[in-house]
């Protein structure tokens, strides 16, 4: 394991704490899609590639609503 690495317990512990943030079932969905998503690559679940997706998806977004919508959600993940 790499110095300064979580446990894989740990990991799980912390994103389940953004998910708990949530307070709007729009945003569970998102995130839940995105989960799903990076599972079905095969990849880890992780705060780093949830952001990942995030951007991509604000970077496609085309209304205002969306855009808003994705900020929010990176907002999310990078408070603490």
Same mark, same amino acid.
């Given at each position: 394991? %790499? &110095? $300064? @690495? =979580?446990?894989? /317990? +740990?990991?799980?512990? $912390? *994103? /389940? ?5 949530? !307070?709007?079932?729009?945003?569970? +969905?998102?995130? $839940? %899609?995105?989960?799903?998503?990076? *599972? %079905? +690559?095969?990849?880890?679940? @992780? ?6 997706? =995030?951007? $991509?998806?604000? +970077?496609? /977004?085309? @209304?205002? !609503?969306? %855009? =808003?919508?994705?900020?929010?959600? *990176?907002? *999310?993940?990078? @408070? &603490?």
């Amino acid at each position: 394991m %790499r &110095q $300064g @690495s =979580l446990p894989p /317990a +740990e990991k799980t512990n $912390g *994103l /389940a704490h953004y998910f708990n943030k949530i !307070d709007h079932p729009r945003q569970l +969905e998102t995130l $839940g %899609r995105i989960a799903v998503e990076i *599972l %079905r +690559e095969n990849k880890p679940v @992780s705060r780093r590639i949830i952001c990942l997706k =995030l951007i $991509g998806c604000l +970077e496609k /977004a085309t @209304s205002e !609503d969306d %855009r =808003l919508h994705y900020r929010g959600l *990176l907002t *999310l993940l990078f @408070s &603490q």
